[in-house]
Structure formats: C-alpha cells, structure tokens
C-alpha cells in the first residue's frame, strides 16, 4: 500500500465518523439555528455543506467495497 493510499484511506474513516455525527445532529442543528435568527441563505449554504460531506461518505463507501 501507498503512502498515498493509506492517507486517503484514513481520511475516509476519518469523514466517515465525522459524517455520522453530522448526519445524526442535522435536522437539530439546522432547527436550532434557525431559532437562533440565521438568516435564510445562511441555512442554505449548511445545508449545502452536510449534502457535500454526505455525497463525499457515499464515496468512501464506494471505494472501500
């Protein structure tokens, strides 16, 4: 194996703890926020981010198949 290999490999079991957390804390964060007085694009922009680390953990999984 790579250096190369195993750094990406470590990344994605990285992301992929990082992503469960986020996934798992997302509908109560964004709730949170709003009540917090985020403006709208704001939300938009976290949402955006959350769907971009859920798109990059789907291809972790991918890759590890």
């Given amino acids: ?15 992929k703890a990082r992503v469960h957390l986020y996934h798992k804390d997302r509908l109560f964060f964004l709730v949170f926020m709003h009540n917090k007085g985020l403006y709208v694009y ?5 949402y955006a981010f959350y769907s971009l680390l859920d798109l ?5 999984q991918t890759v590890e198949s």
């Fill in 1 to 15: 194996m790579s250096k190369d290999a195993f750094l990406t490999d470590q990344a994605c079991v990285s992301l």
């Fill in 42 to 46: 704001n939300l938009a922009l976290t």
């Fill in 56 to 60: 990059i953990h789907s291809h972790c």
